[in-house]
Nanobody, 128 residues
Framework: QVQLVESGGGLVQPGQSLRLSCAAS????????IGWFRQAPGKEREGVSC????????YYADSVKGRFTISRDNAKNTVYLQMNSLKPEDTAVYYC?????????????????????WGQGTQVTVSS
């Protein structure tokens, strides 16, 4: 049974950092792509970052480039999203999602329908 569990969210002040974790179970992470998405109240879900399984290629939304870093530890079946210099506009529920590598299309890495399985999300709130 495929399962993704996010953790690490919380309330922080602007400029601070958080590290989100996405723990995967029920499938070998080595052959799957993991994406991070977020959804703020009243807004559509948007792609934040993605990491491939084959060569570890990473992708970022323009709004987070230079501040967020995605990484994976296949031995722990976990993907991380290090978020630095957080801004109030980063406030959202963050979700991780996965799709098999052979179904992944890099040109659409931030398209929600591309992904087959989703976690329940973790809340990130950036506020002074």
């Amino acid at each position: 049974q495929v399962q993704l569990v996010e953790s690490g969210g919380g309330l922080v002040q602007p400029g601070q950092s958080l590290r989100l974790s996405c723990a995967a179970s029920g499938f070998p992470l080595d052959y799957y792509v993991i994406g991070w998405f977020r959804q703020a109240p009243g807004k559509e879900r948007e792609g934040v970052s993605c990491i491939s399984s084959s060569d570890g290629s990473t992708y970022y939304a323009d709004s987070v480039k230079g501040r967020f870093t995605i990484s994976r530890d296949n031995a722990k079946n976990t993907v991380y999203l290090q978020m630095n210099s957080l801004k109030p506009e980063d406030t959202a529920v963050y979700y991780c999602a996965t799709v098999a590598s052979d179904s992944f299309y890099a040109g659409s890495w931030d398209a929600s329908p591309l992904y087959d399985y989703w976690g329940q999300g973790t809340q990130v709130t950036v506020s002074s």
